[in-house]
Nanobody
Framework: LQLVESGGGSVQAGGSLRLACAAF????????MGWFRQAPGEERLFDAA????????YYGDSVKGRFAISRDSAKNTASLQRTSLKPDDTAVYFC????????????????????WGQGTKTTVSS
């Protein structure tokens, strides 16, 4: 089982970047998917989550209105469209998968996730 992130990079403040997370070796439609970030020396923070069906999405307060999570079951891929990026968004971004025992919670708890990708770095310059 593997989660592989892509789409990180460098961008100026106000710009946009889209992250993708390709899932291998799992039944994608059975997993909630989440995105987290971690800046150097800081804890891992929740950004966004999508329920296993895609019917519910959740966002951290700092990204509401700027980030949008989506999933494509045909491609086993979860994406995070990020707009109006700020220097504070500079971090390594991780996708994660949590086996879905049903619709539950808001996806913001990192320990609830079963599998993690290796992360992809985003740098936002002012």
């Amino acid at each position: 089982l593997q989660l592989v992130e892509s789409g990180g990079g460098s961008v100026q403040a106000g710009g946009s970047l889209r992250l993708a997370c390709a899932a291998f070796g799992l039944t994608f439609s059975s997993y909630h998917m989440g995105w987290f970030r971690q800046a150097p020396g800081e804890e891992r923070l929740f950004d966004a989550a999508s329920s296993y069906s895609g019917g519910s999405t959740y966002y951290g307060d700092s990204v509401k209105g700027r980030f949008a999570i989506s999933r494509d079951s045909a491609k086993n891929t979860a994406s995070l469209q990020r707009t109006s990026l700020k220097p504070d968004d500079t971090a390594v971004y991780f996708c994660a998968a949590e086996f879905a025992y049903g619709d539950c919670c808001d996806g913001s708890s990192a320990p609830a996730y079963d599998h993690w990708g290796q992360g992809t770095k985003t740098t936002v310059s002012s």
